[in-house]
């Protein structure tokens, strides 16, 4: 793979079209594309970890991946100076991977349902546990596979290039480059990969894609690609941000005490070392008493470093990156002091933030709700001309219907896409009027 293929700005769904000029770099217009869209917004109101809305606010989908961008923006533009200075790339495209690496972070969770994590896997429980499992001899392997294997990052593909009812051709129109930045599981479900990226009714849009952009095909027969080079560093950003932000939420949540939160966060950097930087710290705190801002100055310090050692990371393996050998994400190959505090913080994380008793009950009432929308969605997609189906199908946006001739898994994906772009308190609401919850 080359930078030079590896940049375009080319459209989905606009390629016939003849490129405008325009104040703002076409990547420019992506970012902005995708901060003024609506699944963007209803972000805010999409579980990262932590239950929502609370006493104390802590992130939510939205912040999240604000912060990310602002994370890969720093990647992108350390990158971008030295492909510049070492003259690889067209320079007035190689000058805008910040932008395009910012945007990618904005989308990048954009196909996750509600409830967090537990949402991807209360849709899969239903295709296999529930009565959507009534479905598995009506579909092919590959398209029964995709319902219960359900992935927030091949729903993110297809919110940003699907065509839907009433929507113009390629979705958000966003270029090649920003859409494949996303893409960090460059081949299809049924590989039975731990993770995937599309679904098979955007098959079509990632192979143009992958082939536009000379994406290196690791595997012909089984339609395994290498990643685009920049998926690194939107991973890296995602990352770092998760990560560093869950323990800050934790702290502000009085889940970890202010004097484990500082262990961890100044853990990252080695005492004999980097003497200075604790002489630093040491500085800031004789100024700043308030323990919660320490906290955000010590996370904000964690954050820099990890930023200047990722970009030395994919710098110096560029070229494994390029031929597709590159293994992992760039915080896998931290070393020392460095990957030994995130291991640390990864540990904690697990056993005290997202065992949660907060964070399991969210998980236990996902599943219930999401279950139950799906279950009573798609039997009335299936039956239009029942009587309680004609009360339900009216909820369901205009952009999301289907002509009741419509093949079965387009009717169901129909519903997919309703249920899953629900934001958290939607999804509850609807829940209780539906089951009859919400009367008094």
């Keep these: 793979m080359n930078w030079d293929n590896l940049l375009s700005t080319k459209r989905t769904g606009q390629e016939h079209l003849k490129e405008v000029k325009h104040d703002r770099t076409q990547f420019q217009r992506d970012y902005d594309r995708l901060i003024f869209s609506s699944p963007f917004r209803r972000l805010q109101d999409k579980t990262q970890v932590f239950p ?25 533009n350390n990158v971008s100076a030295k492909l510049l200075h070492a003259g690889w790339g067209k320079p007035e495209l190689v000058q805008e991977i910040g932008s395009v690496v910012a945007a990618a972070c904005l989308a ?24 959507g499992a009534d479905f598995k001899h009506m579909l092919s392997e590959a398209q029964w596979t995709d319902f219960i294997r359900f992935e927030g990052n091949a729903n993110a593909l297809r919110i940003l290039t699907h065509a839907f009812k009433g929507r113009r051709q390629g979705g ?13 599981y460059p081949y299809a479900s049924h590989l039975g990969l731990k993770k995937y990226g599309y679904f098979q009714s955007e098959k079509e849009m990632f192979q143009h894609i992958a082939t536009e952009l000379q994406l290196k095909v690791l595997d012909e027969e089984k339609g395994i690609y290498a990643r685009h080079p920049l998926v690194y560093l939107v991973e890296a950003a995602d990352d770092i941000c998760y990560q560093v932000m869950d323990i800050e939420d934790a702290h502000k949540l009085k889940i970890l005490s202010y004097e484990e939160t500082y262990t961890l966060l100044t853990a990252f950097f080695d005492k004999d070392k980097e003497a200075q930087e604790f002489d630093k710290i040491a500085d800031v705190f004789n100024e700043v008493s308030d323990l919660n801002e320490r906290i955000v100055y010590l996370r904000a310090k964690v954050i820099g470093k990890l930023v200047a050692l990722c970009t030395d990371i994919f710098w ?27 291991e640390t913080c990864k540990k904690v994380a697990f056993k005290r933030i997202y065992k ?40 369901i946006p205009e952009q999301f219907k289907v002509e009741k001739d419509a093949e079965l898994v387009d009717k169901i994906q129909s519903v997919l896409d309703f249920v899953s772009g629900m934001t ?3 999804a509850l609401d609807l829940y209780r009027k539906i089951s009859g919850l919400g009367l008094k």
């Design 52 to 76: 929502l809305p609370g006493s104390v606010f802590v992130h939510n989908r939205l912040t999240h991946s604000l912060e990310v961008a602002s994370v890969g923006r720093s990647l992108g």
């Design 108 to 131: 990048h969770d954009m196909g996750n349902p509600p409830f967090g994590h537990s949402g991807e896997a209360a849709i899969g429980h239903y295709f296999t546990n529930g009565a």
């Design 172 to 184: 958000f129109a966003m270029t090649y480059t920003t859409v494949a930045s996303i893409l960090k």
């Design 316 to 342: 110096n393996n560029q070229e494994a990156i390029l031929s597709g050998t590159f293994k992992k994400g760039l915080v896998d190959h931290l070393t020392g002091t460095e990957l030994q505090a995130m």
């Design 356 to 395: 949660h008793q907060s964070v399991v009950e969210i998980e236990i009432a996902g599943f219930r709700i999401l279950g139950t929308l799906l279950d009573e969605f798609i039997k009335a997609v299936i039956n239009p001309d029942d009587f309680f189906s004609k009360m339900l199908l009216p909820f």
């Design 424 to 426: 958290d308190v939607y």
